[in-house]
């Protein structure tokens, strides 16, 4: 990993137009990739990963406002591209791999032949038998065996894993430079999540690929991201390397999603977070978690908290790291787990 700066997601805003009113679903973001690492955006359902990322994309929904904010991608703001722009960088430069692999596959469409589209987009000069050698290695590169009769298999005849498998092998048929993984493994059992969590780290390892990381679920960017931004109600309240957000979490919401994640080590009753994210037509007054944090200050429902710098790759958007806050305990669930990998280490 060196520190270039591959793509930079600066003071992103966005919203979308209801017929309730507009909803606020990203407020605020920024971000930046660099190349060779893996940064993770981590967030409960609604929080505005997705709809960032879809940003980055190009392919936000017709409804949706871009209200502020740059994307800089190849010296260029992919903000202000055209769809014949996104064209030459969909796909070729930008792969993604979407959440649910059984809807991101064409049903009644043969998954060798599925694979080939993509990658005569590409070349559109390519013979049919290069592109099914090419398609045939892709597979067994992804691990999917016996890839020459399976590539003229339908979607249906794949399980979950191995469909999954198919979807990264298509992601990676224009050999994109950034790889976004959104919810990659959600759809699966844990043991094939650990299978394409190692596959997807393989693959970045082997092709240099720069990696975002989309996801609910702590247990799964531990083993993946060089950096965590973690986002609720579509700010990224906390941005660090992954041990800072690990082993020394600022935000009560990150501190929370942490102390309810389960382990095999853990005894303890783990939390859960009470009440339910807010509601992004009418945006809170202060500190959006205020509400579901038992600690909250006064100042929380007043006042939106600025960045508190921890260190120089970690900071946390709380009131609760300003120099006249009260210290507070973390859970203890949390504290006893992360005092044994301290130990452990």
């Known amino acids: 990993m060196d520190n270039e700066t591959i793509l930079s997601v600066n003071d992103l ?47 936000l929904a017709g409804n949706a406002v871009i209200d502020s904010g740059s994307i800089m991608y190849g010296g260029r703001d992919l903000i202000k591209a055209s769809e014949k722009d996104y064209q030459s960088i969909r796909g070729s430069k930008i792969g993604l791999i979407f959440q649910d692999p059984l809807s991101a596959l064409n049903p009644i469409m043969k998954i060798g032949r599925q694979i080939t589209e993509a990658l ?27 890839a020459d009769r399976r590539f003229d298999q339908y979607p249906f005849q794949f399980s979950g894993g191995m469909r999954q498998r198919v979807v990264i092998a298509i992601a990676l048929a224009r050999d994109p430079e950034i790889l976004i993984c959104d919810e990659p493994t959600t759809a699966l059992d844990v043991t094939v999540q650990a ?38 109600a579509g700010k990224i309240v906390e941005k660090g390397t992954a041990d800072e957000i690990f082993l020394e979490p600022a935000h009560p919401y990150t501190q929370a999603l942490l102390a309810a994640m389960p382990d095999l080590e853990t005894s ?31 100042i929380d429902f007043e006042e939106e908290p600025p960045y508190f710098k921890i260190s120089d790759t970690h900071y946390a958007a709380t009131w609760a790291l300003h120099p006249k806050a009260p210290k507070l305990e973390m859970p203890e669930v949390l504290r006893n787990r992360i005092a044994r990998i301290k130990e452990e280490a």
Request: charged share 25%.
């Open 13 to 59: 805003s966005i919203s979308f137009k209801t017929l309730n009113g507009m909803v606020r679903a990203v407020r605020g973001v920024s971000f930046d990739l660099k190349r060779g690492e893996t940064v993770a955006i981590v967030g409960e359902s609604g929080s505005g990963k997705s709809v960032t990322i879809k940003a980055v994309m190009g392919i």
């Open 268 to 298: 303890e009753r783990l939390m859960s977070i009470p009440g339910t994210p807010p509601n992004m037509i009418f945006p809170p007054k202060g500190d959006a978690f205020a509400e579901r944090n038992a600690h909250a200050l006064e």
């Open 195 to 232: 299978r394409i969590l190692d596959l997807i780290n393989e693959i970045k390892q082997e092709r240099k690929l720069s990696v975002i990381f989309i996801t609910h679920d702590m247990g799964v960017v531990a083993n993946v991201a060089d950096r965590i931004n973690v986002m609720y």
């Open 120 to 146: 005569r987009l590409s070349d559109p000069k390519i013979s049919r038998a290069d592109a099914r050698k090419k398609a045939v290695e892709l597979m067994e590169s992804v691990g999917i065996t016996d």
